[in-house]
């Protein structure tokens, strides 16, 4: 049985507190979050099967992300991938993410990740895929593992988590090359050869 796959990113998403700041004391509101959340919470919503590929910072905010989606997704602690860098931070919509875990994923991870788990299907953040080096580890591996991949769909629903557009532009007109199906959810641009899809529809692909 084949399956479907998940390559995001989870942050800790920092709120200005207003009901409890004031003009001495500045206090934050913090939630989990991030492209995986999402799709996570998409799949599980439309009882779709899938496992999850990301990184998380071995520290007190990362030890928090795994509680959280172990808790919430079934995710298996042991098959997650962990780094030294931290975890990733998004402070009042700014997206804190380059040199942090997620950053760090590698291609070969990528292809044990397709292997082990039987992947022939895969959703992936537009974020980790526009900018370097993680776009190019994960494009290398679709590459690589192309004779596997069926489909890939590119999660580019919020614009403003693309760091480089240039580098999203190469990199899913890279897999779309690859792959027999690549589609795009959101407005970001078009590339040819890779249909549009809305969010609202990505079920149907999965």
């Given at each position: 049985?084949?399956?479907?796959?998940?390559?995001?990113?989870?942050?800790?998403?920092?709120?200005?507190?207003?009901?409890?700041?004031?003009?001495?004391?500045?206090?934050?509101?913090?939630?989990?979050?991030?492209?995986?959340?999402?799709?996570?919470?998409?799949?599980?919503?439309?009882?779709?099967?899938?496992?999850?590929?990301?990184?998380?910072g071995k520290e007190m905010q990362g030890e928090t992300h795994i509680d959280f989606i172990a808790s919430e997704y079934g995710i298996d602690e042991d098959d997650l991938l962990y780094s030294s860098a931290p975890s990733?931070?998004?402070?009042?919509?700014?997206?804190?993410?380059?040199?942090?875990?997620?950053?760090?994923?590698?291609?070969?991870?990528?292809?044990?990740?397709?292997?082990?788990?039987?992947?022939?299907?895969?959703?992936?953040?537009?974020?980790?895929?526009?900018?370097?080096?993680?776009?190019?580890?994960?494009?290398?591996?679709?590459?690589?593992?192309?004779?596997?991949?069926?489909?890939?769909?590119?999660?580019?629903?919020?614009?403003?988590?693309?760091?480089?557009?240039?580098?999203?532009?190469?990199?899913?007109?890279?897999?779309?090359?690859?792959?027999?199906?690549?589609?795009?959810?959101?407005?970001?641009?078009?590339?040819?050869?890779?249909?549009?899809?809305?969010?609202?529809?990505?079920?149907?692909?999965?």
């Open positions: 049985m084949r399956m479907n796959g998940i390559i995001g990113e989870i942050i800790t998403a920092l709120e200005y507190a207003y009901d409890v700041s004031n003009e001495n004391d500045n206090f934050y509101s913090a939630y989990i979050s991030g492209s995986a959340i999402d799709e996570m919470d998409y799949f599980s919503e439309n009882n779709i099967p899938f496992s999850l590929l990301t990184k998380l990733s931070v998004s402070m009042e919509g700014t997206l804190l993410i380059k040199s942090t875990a997620p950053s760090f994923i590698k291609k070969e991870e990528v292809m044990r990740f397709i292997d082990e788990k039987k992947i022939d299907k895969l959703y992936i953040s537009s974020l980790l895929l526009s900018f370097d080096p993680v776009r190019k580890e994960i494009v290398s591996a679709i590459e690589s593992k192309k004779d596997k991949i069926e489909r890939v769909v590119i999660d580019a629903k919020d614009p403003v988590n693309t760091m480089m557009l240039e580098d999203l532009y190469d990199s899913v007109k890279r897999i779309s090359m690859a792959v027999k199906e690549c589609y795009i959810s959101g407005e970001v641009f078009t590339v040819d050869g890779v249909k549009r899809v809305s969010s609202e529809m990505v079920k149907e692909l999965f």
